[in-house]
C-alpha cells in the first residue's frame, strides 16, 4: 500500500479516471467496482468526458456498486442508483443496464438479497478495480467501526456520525436511512486491485490512523493492508504527512 499526494481533488480525480478508462480500453469484459458520494464527483464527470472523447464501446463491462440504503427505491433521488445514473450512465448510455449492479435497499428480503448480491460478485467476478472513498472514521463502503474483518455483503446500522455526514444530501436529518446493504470488507478484498481516494481536512485523521500499516477493527479501512495491490490517493489536506 502506498499513499499518494496528488496535491488537489481535481489532479486525483483525473486520474482515477484515467486509469478507469484504461482498464476498459484495455479489456472490453472489465468489471468496475464503483463507489458514490461527493469524493467521487469528478472521478466520474472526467471518465464520462474521456469516454465521449474517445466514443469507447462499453458495452461489455460489468460494474458493481458497493452499496445502497435500505429503504429507497432505485428512483428516490437520493439513492445510489439514482446517482449512478444521474452522474455516470445516463451521461454515457452505452453502458448495459443489465449489467450495472447495485443491491436493491428495497428488497423485501434483504438478508437474502445482500447474499444475491454476494453470489453476484462470486459469479461474474472478480473486479478489476474497485474505486472507494473513506468515511471520517474509517468505514469503506458502509463497513461501520467494529464489523466483521472477514464480513461479505451484509445489512450494516449506520452510525450516528455517518447519518450526519450524510444529512446534507437530504433535506432533514430525520430522512436519512439508518441502515445500508454494503459490500463487506471480504467483498472489497476480492478486487484485483483498489485506489481509494481521499479529499479535505476531514479525512486526515483516517489517512493517518490507515498510515499505520497495522489492521484495526475500529478503522475498517485498515483492512486493505491484507491486500496486494491498494493505492491510495489524497489531496493537500488530506494528506498525513
Do not use: W
Not at 454476494?118 to 467501526?145: A, K, M, S, T, Y
Not at 479525512?203 to 491510495?232: G, S, Y
Amino acid at each position: 500500500m502506498k499513499i499518494t499526494n496528488l496535491g488537489s481533488q481535481s489532479y486525483a480525480s483525473f486520474y482515477v479516471a484515467c486509469e478507469l478508462y484504461k482498464q476498459m480500453n484495455g479489456d472490453k469484459h472489465s468489471k468496475l467496482g464503483l463507489a458514490t458520494g461527493g469524493t467521487m464527483v469528478d472521478v466520474y464527470r472526467f471518465l464520462v468526458e474521456l469516454l465521449h472523447k474517445n466514443q469507447l464501446d462499453v458495452s461489455d463491462v460489468i460494474t458493481f456498486n458497493l452499496d445502497e440504503y435500505v429503504g429507497l427505491t432505485s428512483n428516490h433521488p437520493q439513492s445510489y442508483h439514482y446517482y449512478m445514473n444521474d452522474i455516470l450512465f445516463n451521461q454515457y448510455p452505452y453502458f448495459t443496464t443489465t449489467q450495472t449492479y447495485i443491491p436493491r435497499g428495497d428488497a423485501d428480503d434483504l438478508d437474502q438479497e445482500a447474499k444475491r448480491y454476494e453470489q453476484l460478485i462470486d459469479e461474474l467476478g472478480p473486479v478489476d478495480i474497485q474505486i472507494l472513498g473513506i468515511g471520517e472514521n474509517g468505514h469503506i463502503g458502509f463497513n461501520e467501526p467494529g464489523t466483521d474483518l472477514n464480513s461479505p455483503t451484509h445489512i450494516v446500522d449506520l452510525t450516528e456520525s455517518t447519518i450526519q455526514a450524510n444529512s446534507r444530501y437530504f433535506e432533514h436529518e430525520a430522512e436519512v436511512p439508518k441502515q445500508a446493504v454494503s459490500m463487506g470488507l471480504a467483498s472489497i478484498l476480492k478486487a484485483k486491485r483498489i485506489i481509494l481516494l481521499a479529499f479535505g481536512e476531514k479525512k486526515r485523521a483516517a489517512i493517518t490512523k490507515l498510515a499505520q500499516k497495522e489492521v484495526n477493527k475500529d478503522v475498517p479501512a485498515t483492512i486493505l493492508h491484507a491486500h496486494p495491490n491498494v493505492e491510495i490517493y489524497v489531496d493537500d489536506a488530506a494528506a498525513p504527512f
